[in-house]
């Protein structure tokens, strides 16, 4: 049960404590042309909509459309699968987009099928988010989004190239092909990887403010703080 201080907002906002990363990327930027995969109650939506006055949003999930999410002409909402590539594909055609979030239903597969066709169908210099990456970290038996990205920024970081072999390496046990790690390496100029290494504002489940602070529990029993928890890839396209 939400309380009154957590209703209506994302839990980008009080759980997760996005928001104030993406701002330090997003001041004095306009996205024109934003789309979100995962809309839950809407509360993202809103956000967005608030947040860029002047943008054109659509937003997609499995979900047909529910009484909950917001009404504005401004916002335009497809239903798809993110199991099946071709629902993605036809969405991400629709137009050419400055900003993406891909808050889903964060089952890996889903995660890295979004990111390769949305980093795709990105403007220059667009931008790219990939909330909630810590759930790939649940099975260490398969190399995921997390371990790709991570990867590719380190190659960066020390300067060398990601070659034929090395994208053979990187793509080993995973959902990713070797010719789409090369294809991400040219297509991302930066990656920025969010840890949150504080409490949450409040608790997504109840929507308590107090917790059992020797526990990390909320005294609803969610935890509120551990190891794999609120992760989140910020990454801009070349």
Not at 37 to 65: E, M, Q, T, V
Not at 137 to 164: C, F, G, M, P
Not at 216 to 225: K, R, T, V
């Amino acid at each position: 049960m939400q309380s009154d201080s957590t209703k209506g907002v994302s839990d980008k906002f009080f759980w997760h404590g996005y928001i104030d990363f993406y701002e330090s990327f997003f001041k004095d930027r306009e996205f024109p042309i934003i789309a979100e995969f995962g809309l839950f109650r809407g509360d993202s939506i809103r956000w967005l909509l608030n947040r860029f006055p002047k943008s054109k949003i659509y937003g997609a999930d499995i979900l047909s459309y529910q009484s909950t999410w917001p009404k504005d002409d401004r916002f335009k909402f497809i239903q798809l699968d993110q199991n099946n590539v071709n629902e993605i594909k036809h969405f991400l055609s629709l137009e050419k987009f400055d900003l993406i979030i891909e808050d889903g239903s964060h089952i890996p597969k889903h995660q890295v099928n979004c990111l390769i066709e949305g980093m795709r169908s990105l403007n220059s210099k667009g931008i790219y988010i990939l909330e909630d990456v810590h759930t790939s970290l649940q099975d260490q038996s398969i190399s995921n989004s997390i371990n790709v990205l991570l990867a590719i920024d380190h190659y960066k970081r020390i300067n060398k190239t990601i070659n034929n072999s090395t994208a053979e390496k990187i793509a080993q046990n995973s959902f990713f092909s070797p010719f789409e790690i090369l294809e991400l390496c040219q297509s991302i100029n930066k990656i920025q990887l969010y840890r949150r290494n504080h409490f949450p504002n409040a608790c997504f489940n109840c929507g308590s403010e107090e917790f059992e602070y020797f526990k990390l529990e909320c005294f609803c029993g969610a935890s509120i703080y551990g190891d794999i928890d609120s992760m989140s890839f910020l990454i801009e396209k070349v």
